[in-house]
């Protein structure tokens, strides 16, 4: 009997505990960092897709993964986020399913999408889309290799930079494609050092692109090195290492020029290999440093859930039930209040102009893709 009573009495106590500690959670919310809060769904489930702020305000949504492990399951569908009123409407169909793809905003408005994966493969071609007509058009040329997990970023001469990704076997690519906006044509320029996805590469000040981590192989042979091309020769020249390997990590450029590489993984054990370390680079001095502050959440899938804030700060939401944001002044990372219920992976993080951010979709731990949508209020 009196054994009974222990088990009830420990019984009771979990709980308890239980429920302080939810609520210490709250509690060690920074509210002066921020709350997120939910809006309405999007139109569709989304994950591994992208979401691009245009130049009136509005958010281009593409593509993703609609269903859990369905690479059959991808998506050509398109939405408009509509910060005024909060709703998602329709936009115009994409000529082929994509997800694991790239879309950047070109100097002209229009927005080209490169790349990514479908059932039929990993994917070559790319497409333009203009936002006037609401059509989509092909480009001349296709990439030199299949794509999926690959970087596409705009050049300060409107050139677009796509490099690396996965090709749909066990490697990753080489090869250095340029987007010409001027004969809209696709055509390969150069060769990586190092063959990579999963990495990050973000546009320096001066012009040149720092390429950083990503793997050789699915999931496998996991990088710490880094390159950076330079835009005005067409060169690449290898820089300084990471004190970590990481893939699948974020990359968001600060105000004073240095780029915050955030989390990732050492892939070894997958979701278990996660990393809440994060690494600052000086482009004056081409060194990388650890960051002592650590993130509150291990994060991993998360190269579009960073963004930079009006502030300076950089705010970070895949891959946890909670924002976080980094303070670029102490470099400290703080929690907001307020939950996206659950940690999804491949979600989109985008800075509006009135400098809320859009939270939108991602897949959980059971790769169950959603549609729903938050949004984030820095103050």
Same mark, same amino acid.
């Given at each position: 009997m009196k054994g009974k009573y222990l088990i009830i009495i420990s019984a009771v106590l979990l709980i308890l505990i239980g429920y302080v500690w939810y609520h210490f959670q709250y509690f060690l919310q920074d509210k002066k960092y921020g709350s997120v809060s939910t809006i309405h769904t999007m !139109?569709?489930?989304?994950? =591994?897709?992208? =979401?691009?702020?245009? %130049?009136? /305000?509005?958010?281009? !949504?593409?593509? $993703?993964? !609609? *269903? =859990?492990? $369905?690479?059959?399951e991808n998506n050509s569908s398109t939405e408009f986020y509509n910060p005024v009123h909060d709703t998602f409407y329709r936009g115009p169909e994409m000529n082929i399913k994509r997800a694991g793809h790239t879309a950047t905003l070109l100097s002209n408005g229009e927005v080209l999408i490169t790349g990514g994966f479908n059932n039929e493969g990993f994917l070559k071609s790319a497409e333009l889309v203009n936002?006037?007509? $609401?059509?989509?058009?092909?480009? %001349? /040329?296709e990439l030199s290799e299949p794509r999926s997990a690959h970087t596409a970023n705009l050049l300060h001469d409107g050139r677009v930079v796509i490099l690396g990704g996965a090709n749909g076997g066990l490697k990753s690519n080489k090869y250095i494609d340029v987007y010409n906006p001027a004969t809209k044509s696709i055509s390969k320029i150069n060769s990586l050092l190092t063959a990579r996805t999963g990495h990050t590469a973000t546009l320096l000040n001066d012009g040149r692109l720092l390429i950083v981590g990503g793997s050789q192989n699915w999931r496998s042979d996991v990088l710490n090195t880094s390159e950076i091309f330079d835009p005005a020769t067409n060169t690449i020249y290898q820089t300084a290492k990471l004190h970590v390997i990481r893939n699948k990590h974020a990359a968001v450029k600060l105000r004073d020029g240095k780029v915050l590489i955030i989390a990732g993984s050492d892939e =070894?054990?997958?979701?278990? /290999?996660?990393?809440?370390?994060?690494? !600052?680079?000086?482009?004056?001095? %081409?060194?990388?440093?650890?960051?002592k502050n650590k993130l509150a959440d291990s994060r991993f899938k998360i190269s579009n859930a960073a963004d930079i804030l009006s502030n300076g700060n950089?705010?970070?939401a895949g891959d946890g039930k909670y924002a976080e944001v980094f303070d670029a002044q102490t470099q400290t990372f703080h929690t907001t209040s307020g939950s996206v219920q659950d940690a999804w992976m491949y979600s989109t993080v985008t800075t509006? *102009?009135?400098?809320?951010v859009l939270i939108a979709g991602g897949y959980n731990g059971n790769m169950q893709p959603t549609n729903k949508a938050w949004v984030y209020k820095p103050k």
């Open positions: !139109l569709v489930k989304r994950s =591994a897709h992208t =979401a691009t702020l245009l %130049n009136d /305000g509005r958010i281009f !949504l593409t593509g $993703g993964i !609609l *269903k =859990a492990e $369905g690479i059959e936002l006037s007509s $609401g059509k989509m058009e092909r480009v %001349n /040329g =070894a054990e997958s979701i278990g /290999g996660r990393y809440r370390t994060c690494e !600052l680079f000086d482009p004056v001095t %081409n060194t990388f440093r650890l960051v950089i705010i970070v509006l *102009k009135d400098d809320r």
